[in-house]
């Protein structure tokens, strides 16, 4: 049959192009193209190792329909920052988007001393951290961002000991602290609040920080069309509070209009599939007293002033 | 405006180093403090302070970011560069095989000093031996002047079309950086003559959004580094070439593969790298004295190794003596290795001896080299250590 | 294919890579439904949602992996996501 091009095409107008190697129903190439797209054809882009770098760039295909560098696992941050000092000595910095985006290992762990020191030196650039709460291009281990009780296979479930004991490594607040002027949380389930944090992000001079939650159905172990319902119920239970910070004040939270308990968030994901079990139900109470912390930390509900 | 060569003054290595990569006029630089190398990168940053220097000086918090930073600098189409030593350059060791392998034409000074553990920081080449796999150029210095006169060298050598490969220039840390010698410093203008503007090969650039970074599969990795041998292969004319151009400009012969120091007519030669070619001229006029036909091949330029020369120098010799400041553990000195390697596959019938000296920092005076030469047994004895002190060592050693 | 220095590769070549051949069930657009809403096309991953010529949300099945996330979003239950026999 004949292929028509259809008037609104994405093939025309995405920077981000299908025919990239993600699962089927990835949260982070969806990330990835809401985050490209906003940003504009003006945009440089540094990626650390990962599934986006992976699924995106096997030789001769590329994704990107702009210019692009990955290096190495831990050094985007820095390189990224080479990459801006390059366009100041240039007088294009005005000019030209720089972002540096990667997952987990790169942001939080492996490549936290570079992103440290990018945010502290003051570079022009925005950092972008998909959050799959894993390393998941090597097959699912425990990361800083792992949430407490998810089980991955170096934090998996045995009869001692019930999945990852440890809680998320709180970048934002981390980005914060290092006087980061515009740090924000956000889940692909908003593609329009995202869109609208990135643009804004773009617009401020200095390093910010964008962490997005990208669900991962090989990683979480849900059905691949859940993807964008369970970050959706990520936030409305009260697990991942998707937050403005500016120039270290809270300037605003997105409210949970109806709050769901943890249970539904949790249940479909095979990765907490422990937890509904005699023996994780103190685990299952500890994750809903974590959201329920998160709730109140940042007024979630609209019980406290912005 | 008159080209010319800056009147000779005395000052310490590093402020020399550092006042000609200032006039390679880098666009960023990026470097990480690490001892003996610190004094160049102070200077540099004294020189953008005083607005002497149009450049981005990016203070990274560790040597793996230098040089990743360097990296995303040359990607980004500018002329960068870097400083590092022992530790250091150890750091950043997955990171220079990327540089090479992105063809970023980068250079980079290594202030040449032991590793740990134990700490020492005074000199040896065990840092330069290290990176001898990655695809970087490396090139010795004898003296300040030739550390000075390599820095231009380095730039237009790898930004060479034909190589497109990163440069290490390797100056023995403390002996030649922090040591007060008489230089000459190419004025601004002769420099800018030598070495135009950087032209880059490519570059991340909006109005061409090439990816670059890929994954390569079995089917092709193969071909990707035997393209990267080539380049080093081509790069042993532009080396050549590059040295004549300079040497036309300055009247200095302080670049190419290797040099010949009494070496025509000679029985025995003797060869290393760096500073220590000074001892070794000196060893060899002491051997000459007491009737000993001895020479000295200088190799200036470890990578790409210059097996060719090495051999069409050292053919008409009887015995070859190898001096290394670098060590494989478990193996032996790499340079005498490599040495061997190149003159018996030439079927270069010399002996050669191969000793291993001045690790940690240990002098070598002329006095030793002579004594290698002339009673060998002991050192060979010792797995060619030269001077080993005894009372170090234990039962089983 | 020679390798360039860097060993580039072109911008948007993904699109050589059908990855259509993955799946084993397609969304199936019904028009009438269809209110061009635009939430599928935000959501799809690849993307390959496209806009037909009638004004319609449709996929090009040269993409599709057949993840559903589309049918799921669709507040109009326009989508269904129908099993492929070959």
């Known amino acids: 049959m004949p292929k028509v091009i259809a008037p609104r095409d994405p093939k025309e107008w995405s920077l981000f192009t299908a025919g990239h190697t993600a699962c089927a129903g990835c949260g982070q190439s969806l990330g990835a193209r809401l985050v490209l797209n906003a940003a504009g054809p003006r945009t440089i882009l540094v990626n650390a190792t990962g599934c986006l770098e992976v699924f995106t760039t096997r030789y001769p295909s590329s994704a990107w329909r702009v210019p692009w560098l990955h290096s190495l696992f831990e050094n985007a941050s820095a390189v990224g920052s080479g990459v801006e000092a390059a366009l100041k000595a240039l007088g294009k910095a005005d000019d030209v988007h720089v972002i540096v985006q990667g997952g987990d290992g790169g942001t939080a762990d492996i490549g936290f001393g570079s992103l440290s020191g990018m945010f502290e030196r003051g570079h022009n650039i ?39 004991t440890t809680g998320k490594k709180d970048l934002p607040a981390i980005a914060v602290a290092h006087g980061v002027p515009y740090v924000a949380t956000t889940t692909v389930a908003y593609p329009k609040d995202l869109e609208k944090k990135v643009k804004k992000a773009l617009s401020i001079k200095g390093p910010k920080y964008i962490q997005i939650l990208v669900p991962c159905p090989l990683g979480w172990g849900h059905d691949t069309s859940l993807t964008i319902r369970l970050a959706r119920l990520a936030v409305q239970s009260g697990i991942f509070p998707v937050i403005e910070v500016e120039n270290g004040k809270l300037t605003s939270v997105m409210r949970i209009a109806r709050k769901v308990p943890v249970d539904e968030y949790l249940k479909p994901q095979a990765r907490f599939r422990h937890l509904f079990t005699p023996a994780g139900r103190e685990e299952l109470e500890r994750v809903q007293a974590l959201a329920d912390a998160n709730i109140e930390r940042f007024g979630l509900l609209g019980s406290k002033a912005g | ?59 990274v918090e560790s040597e793996h970011s230098a040089m990743s930073a360097v990296l995303g600098a040359e990607a980004t189409g500018v002329r960068a560069y870097t400083a ?27 202030a040449n000093r032991a590793i740990s553990q134990p700490i020492n920081i005074w000199n040896d080449h065990q840092d330069a031996m290290s990176a001898r796999d990655t695809g970087f150029i490396q090139i010795f210095a004898e003296d300040n002047q030739e550390a000075c006169d390599l820095q231009y060298q380095a730039y237009k050598i790898a930004e060479h079309k034909d190589v497109l490969l990163p440069v290490m220039v390797c100056v023995d840390g403390y002996v030649l950086t922090h040591s007060y010698e008489p230089v000459s410093l190419l004025d601004q203008d002769l420099a800018d003559q030598f070495l135009p503007p950087y032209e880059p090969s490519w570059a991340l650039d909006v109005d061409r959004p090439v990816t670059y970074g890929v994954m390569l599969g079995p089917g092709e990795y193969l071909e990707h580094k035997y393209v990267l041998q080539q380049a080093q292969k081509r790069a042993l004319g532009v080396i050549e070439d590059v040295a004549r151009e300079f040497g036309t400009l300055t009247g200095r012969a302080h670049g190419g593969l290797v040099e010949e120091y009494r070496l025509d007519d000679a029985d025995v030669a003797l060869v290393g790298l760096g500073s220590l070619v000074s001892a070794l001229r000196e ?56 040495v061997t390697a190149a003159l018996a596959s030439a079927g270069v019938p010399a002996v050669v001896d191969r000793f291993v000296g001045g690790l940690g920092g240990r002098p070598i005076p002329a006095s030793t ?21 005894p009372e170090y060592l234990g039962e089983g050693d | 294919m020679k390798f360039y220095p860097g060993v580039p590769a072109m911008p948007g ?35 390959c949602i496209i806009v037909a010529d009638d004004g319609k949300f449709d996929v090009d099945l040269d993409y599709c992996k057949g993840c559903g996330i589309c049918a799921e979003v669709c507040p109009f239950d326009a989508i269904k996501m129908v099993l492929e026999l070959k």
């Not at chain 2, 080299?369 to 002190?389: C, I, T, Y």
Request: net charge positive; hydrophobic share 40%; aromatic share 6%.
């Open chain 1, 126 to 164: 925005l950092y972008v951290c998909y959050d799959n709460e894993a390393y998941m291009n090597t097959g699912i281990q425990r990361s800083g961002l792992t949430p407490f009780g998810a089980s991955t296979t170096t934090s998996p479930v045995g009869s001692e000991v019930l999945g990852n």
């Open chain 2, 283 to 338: 060893a060899a006029d002491q051997l000459r004295a007491q009737g000993i036909k001895a020479g000295v091949l200088k190799i200036r330029t470890f990578r790409p190794f210059p097996a060719e020369k090495i051999v069409a120098a050292l053919g008409g010799v009887k015995r070859v003596v190898v001096i290394d400041k670098g060590y494989s553990l478990g193996s032996g000195g790499i340079l005498g290795m490599e």
């Open chain 2, 369 to 389: 080299v002579v004594r290698a030469v002339v009673s060998p047994e002991l050192p060979r004895r010792q797995d060619g250590f030269l001077d080993l002190k």
């Open chain 2, 1 to 59: 405006m008159a080209r010319t060569l800056e009147k000779t003054q005395v000052m310490e290595g590093s402020r020399a180093i550092a006042a000609s990569v200032q006039r390679c006029r880098p666009q960023v630089i990026a470097a990480y403090p690490i001892t003996p190398q610190t004094h160049i990168v102070e200077h540099l940053a004294q020189a953008v302070a005083n607005g002497e220097l149009k450049a981005e000086y990016v203070k």
């Open chain 2, 84 to 110: 590092s030593s022992s530790q250091g350059v150890l750091l950043m060791h997955e990171v220079l095989y990327n540089v090479a392998a992105l063809r970023l034409p980068l250079v980079m000074t290594v």
């Open chain 3, 13 to 47: 070549t993904s699109l050589d890579n059908h990855t259509g051949n993955w799946r084993t069930q397609k969304p199936v657009f019904d028009h009438a439904k269809c209110t061009a809403c635009e939430l599928c096309e935000q959501y799809c991953p690849e993307p």
